[in-house]
């Protein structure tokens, strides 16, 4: 099956700075997807980006389908982005069953 | 907005039992999924379903078992509990072939 990786696993940035992450894939992709794990476990939907660029406020994603990697920016990063990016994608063809990365931890310290 | 609710947030049982996860969503999605999350091992997929009556394995099924009698009711069973089986548990649904999937909140299961 399609192989998911992320990096890094851990990231301990001031507030006030910027954060890039990085999601590999083995594979072709029909679903891309970036989560972000609250405190309390629930996953919340950041971006559905199978190619191209997208931006939210202060986070902006871009997957390069053709390299196989996708990347979620976070700008002026305030404490309350801390917690764990998921990654998740699943093949071009084949099912939906979709792969997660192991995350990266990112900490924000005041 | 798509809402996927998991019956508890937290639950506690016994070895032994057998215990019942339930996922409901109300966007009429033909994909559902039961996942478990691991300190160090991230999601692993457990089940999917693709549509009602209709199943696949993911990629830890040993020990589980789920059932979808209809569309927007997709259950986790643990046949016989046992304590390594104490994790987290996230279901999911989605609409179709590369859509975007939405998570429920968790249920945080620990055997005893």
């Known amino acids: 099956g399609i192989q998911v990786e992320q990096s890094p696993p851990d990231l301990i940035l001031q507030e006030g700075a910027n954060s890039t992450l990085r999601c590999n894939f083995s594979?072709?992709?029909?679903?891309l997807q970036w989560f972000h794990q609250n405190p309390w476990g629930q996953l919340i939907n950041l971006f559905y980006?199978?190619?191209g660029t997208k931006q939210n406020g202060r986070l902006s994603a871009t997957t390069v389908a053709t390299e196989r990697y996708s990347l979620l920016y976070i700008s002026s990063s305030q404490t309350t982005d801390s917690g764990v990016y998921f990654c998740?994608?699943?093949?071009?063809?084949?099912?939906?069953?979709?792969?997660f990365g192991t995350g990266t931890r990112l900490t924000i310290i005041p | 907005d798509v809402k996927v609710t998991q019956s508890s947030r937290y639950l506690v049982k016994r070895t032994g039992e057998k215990v019942f996860l339930e996922c409901v969503q109300d966007?009429?999605?033909?994909?559902m999924f039961w996942y478990r999350q691991d300190p160090g091992l991230g999601l692993r997929l457990i089940y999917f379903?693709?549509?009602?009556?209709?199943?696949e394995k993911g990629d830890i099924p040993e020990g589980y078992s789920v059932s979808r009698e209809k569309k927007e009711r997709f259950s986790l069973i643990l046949e016989s509990a046992s304590t390594n089986q104490t994790s987290m548990y996230l279901c999911?649904?989605?609409?179709?072939?590369?859509?975007?999937?939405?998570f429920g909140q968790g249920t945080r299961l620990t055997v005893v």
């Open positions: 999911a649904s989605s609409s179709g072939q590369g859509t975007q999937a939405f």
């Open positions: 594979d072709s992709v029909n679903n």
């Open positions: 980006i199978p190619s």
């Open positions: 998740a994608a699943s093949p071009y063809f084949g099912n939906e069953k979709l792969t």
């Open positions: 966007m009429d999605h033909e994909n």
């Open positions: 379903s693709y549509d009602v009556k209709m199943k």
